[in-house]
């Protein structure tokens, strides 16, 4: 029989032996029937259930690591670790500091503070909830370099060979159907901004009541001389009728799923176009009127959080809140 220290190598074993995967499973599972403890690591594996990683918070309830705004790995991230050494130690770099995890403590250290919380591994699948406990705050995303809480602003131009790059040019490629040539990416860093649009979300959430709420990344056609004052103020979404180039599906931001539409809206100077790629809470969503200054408008509840053009297939989404926005990367490329 496997000690418990070697039971994952049993697990992974079953899997690739096709022929004994049904036997070898059910005697591990047996195994970890009688030794399971409450808020212990669940060690059961299959080749089909998707895990997940939860951390314990002070309300004592169990949350998913993806439901802290200042989460800096994902249940994925964990798991892949996880296999590579189930008792193992890792230590990450974050925006907030050095945090090492222990999977055989079931602990995560923040290593400046000494701040600890238990984590655990588990197969549950049921996100009915999210995160609203107040020891949540908002921090700088894990991904942002050298941030100044200083400064209104920090924007950074994205290296070419950098997969953050790689991940925005294949997003742009693929779901905006850009085809002209990209010149620069850069990442737009704006706590203050960052911060509302995080408090919006948990608000709408509990509003709603509901786990979660519908978010996109869209693109916003523009002047080049616009983007300083959106990345300082955010998109003013209360624009007067006479500096609006239009209002077919309400007087508030528009946004598109596709590059390709919103560069009509983007001046060209000296032969480079610009688009800002925005983080933005679409939510529960109705066909918009030219005259809505809201999306509830024609509503007694306020039960919407955009208008858009075809509720069935959204392709332009209008805002009017700026606070559901988060604008993330500025976009320059050559028009064609």
């Not at 949350?63 to 996880?82: G, I, T």
């Not at 080049?224 to 300082?232: L, Q």
Request: hydrophobic share 30%.
């Amino acid at each position: 029989m496997c000690e418990l220290s070697s039971l994952s190598l049993c697990i992974s074993l079953c899997v690739d032996i096709h022929g004994l995967h049904k036997i070898l499973f059910g005697v591990v599972h047996l195994k970890l029937a009688a030794l399971a403890l409450e808020d212990e690591v669940e060690y059961m594996d299959t080749s089909e259930t998707p895990w997940y990683w939860y951390y314990k918070a002070k309300c004592g309830v169990w949350h998913r690591v993806e439901d802290d705004p200042k989460s800096f790995m994902s249940s994925d991230d964990l798991e892949r670790y996880y296999h590579r050494n189930p008792q193992g130690v890792i230590i990450m770099n974050t925006a907030g500091g050095e945090i090492q995890i222990n999977f055989a403590a079931s602990t995560q250290i923040h290593l400046k503070t000494g701040k600890e919380k238990r984590i655990k591994r588990s197969f549950q699948t049921d996100t009915g909830f999210r995160c609203k406990c107040d020891e949540i705050s908002q921090s700088p995303p894990a991904h942002w370099n050298d941030f100044d809480s200083e400064t209104p602003y920090q924007i950074f131009s994205l290296r070419k060979d950098s997969s953050e790059y790689q991940m925005v040019e294949r997003f742009v490629r693929g779901d905006g159907l850009l085809h002209d040539p990209i010149i620069s990416i850069k990442r737009i860093q704006n706590m203050d901004l960052w911060e509302l649009f995080c408090r919006k979300k948990v608000q709408l959430m509990r509003i709603r009541g509901q786990s979660d709420i519908k978010e996109q990344m869209l693109f916003h056609g523009t002047d080049a001389k616009n983007v300083h004052s959106i990345c300082t103020f955010n998109f003013n979404c209360r624009l007067s009728d006479k500096k609006r180039k239009a209002h077919v599906y309400g007087k508030g931001t528009y946004f598109a799923k596709h590059a390709s539409h919103a560069i009509r809206y983007s001046n060209t100077r000296q032969g480079t176009k610009v688009l800002l790629l925005a983080r933005v809470i679409v939510g529960k969503y109705k066909t918009g009127h030219s005259d809505d200054c809201t999306p509830n408008d024609d509503q007694d509840e306020n039960i919407h959080d955009s208008c858009v053009d075809d509720p069935r297939y959204p392709k332009i989404f209008v805002i009017f809140d700026s606070n559901q926005i988060y604008p993330e990367y500025v976009l320059e490329y050559r028009s064609n």
